[in-house]
C-alpha cells in the first residue's frame, strides 16, 4: 500500500509563490516517476511537471519558466516551486507516484491565485 500526502497549498495573490510538497510511503520501486498534476473546475486533469528518480523532467507548457520540481529520493518526496501564479493556475493539486502500469494519487490541494 503506498500513501501520498500533499501540503502546501493555499490562497496567494496573483505575481505570488507557492510551495508544494508531497511525502510518499509504502512499498516504493526505486525507479519511479513523482509528479504533479492540476484539475481545474470543469476541466480534466493535466500534467503540471513530473520527474524521474533519475533526475530527468517534463514541464508542460504553462509551467516551463515559472515552475520548478525537485525530489529528494531518500525521503520518497517530490515538491513543486510555483512562482509567478497566475489565476488561471487555480486548481486541485494531485501528487502523482508511477512505475511500469502502477499508479498512486494524492488526495489533492487546493491552489488559488487571485487577481
Known amino acids: 500500500q503506498v500513501q501520498l500526502v500533499e501540503s502546501g497549498g493555499g490562497l496567494v495573490q496573483a505575481g505570488g509563490s507557492l510551495r508544494l510538497s508531497c511525502a510518499a510511503s509504502?512499498?516504493?520501486?526505486?525507479?519511479?516517476?513523482m509528479g504533479w498534476y492540476r484539475q481545474a473546475p470543469g476541466k480534466q486533469r493535466e500534467l503540471v511537471a513530473r520527474m524521474a528518480t533519475g533526475g530527468s523532467t517534463q514541464y508542460a507548457d504553462s509551467a516551463k519558466g515559472r515552475f520548478t520540481i525537485s525530489r529528494d529520493n531518500a525521503k520518497n518526496t517530490v515538491y513543486l516551486q510555483m512562482n509567478s501564479l497566475k489565476p488561471e493556475d487555480t486548481a486541485v493539486y494531485y501528487c502523482?507516484?508511477?512505475?511500469?502500469?502502477?499508479?498512486?494519487w494524492g488526495q489533492g490541494t487546493q491552489v488559488t491565485v487571485s487577481s
Open positions: 502523482n507516484l508511477g512505475w511500469a502500469t502502477v499508479g498512486y
Open positions: 509504502g512499498t516504493i520501486f526505486s525507479n519511479n516517476l
